[in-house]
């Protein structure tokens, strides 16, 4: 719909997608209308010899027109709003895999919970920017930092979450639908490291990823 934005890998999101394309739509053709009538109108009242200003007051009417139409608007937007971030920001029931994600100056650290399937544990594997999920399951992510606020940001599947100190918040879930790789950078400015703190996030088929899994806790 709009070509220039990541491709779009979440189950969760799609419908970001085309709420995003209607909000700018809705902006271009504000924009448009504002900017061709400021334009109109200093074309029609510039300056001519033997033209007289003339004193106009405001428009009730007018006034009322737009004001209605900008409020319904913006609840119709809110209204559409409403079920995409639940859908997105709503902690998973029954997830399929959890792994905890820490922001610590300047990197992602990913835990996963080893095979007694609890973090915090001896067998929990520590990674440093590397998130390897299985694609088409539910994964959620507790999510933490270290030191200052981060945000999680992984621009495919259209999810982003601040990490804050001492807060482990577990509202953070996708299902990503396509194997590849793709980009967490830190989408807050957080100390002079910013801009080199990104992970990847590596999307397996679920053969890829359980392979991956007996290979870590071989050893
Ligand atoms: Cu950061």
Redesign the pocket.
């Known amino acids: 719909m709009l070509g220039w934005l990541p491709e779009n890998i979440s189950e969760y999101a799609q419908g970001v997608d085309s709420l995003f394309a209607l909000i700018y739509w809705i902006t271009v053709v504000v924009f448009v209308l504002v900017m061709g009538t400021l334009i109109a109108f200093l074309i029609m009242y510039r300056h001519r010899e033997g033209h007289r200003a003339e004193y106009i007051e405001g428009s009730t009417k007018l006034e009322i027109i737009w004001t209605t139409a900008t409020t319904v608007i913006v609840f119709g937007l809110a209204m559409l709003s409403f079920p995409q971030w639940n859908n997105l920001k709503s902690a998973p029931d029954n997830p399929d895999y959890v792994v905890q994600v820490r922001?610590e100056?300047?990197n992602w650290y990913m835990i996963y919970p080893g095979p007694d399937n609890e973090i915090g544990t001896e067998d929990d594997l520590e990674l440093e920017n590397e998130l390897h999920v299985p694609e088409n399951k539910l994964i959620q992510i507790i999510l933490t930092s270290k030191d200052v606020i981060?945000?999680f940001f992984i621009p495919n599947l259209r999810l982003k979450q601040d990490a804050l100190p001492n807060r482990f918040l577990d509202n953070i879930k996708f299902q990503a639908t396509k194997p590849g790789t793709y980009e967490i950078p830190?989408a807050?400015l957080?100390g002079f490291g910013?801009t080199t703190?990104v992970g990847f996030l590596h999307v397996h088929t679920q053969e890829e990823y359980d392979a991956w899994v007996k290979e870590q806790w071989s050893e």
């Open positions: 922001g100056q300047f981060h945000s830190c807050e957080c910013h703190m």
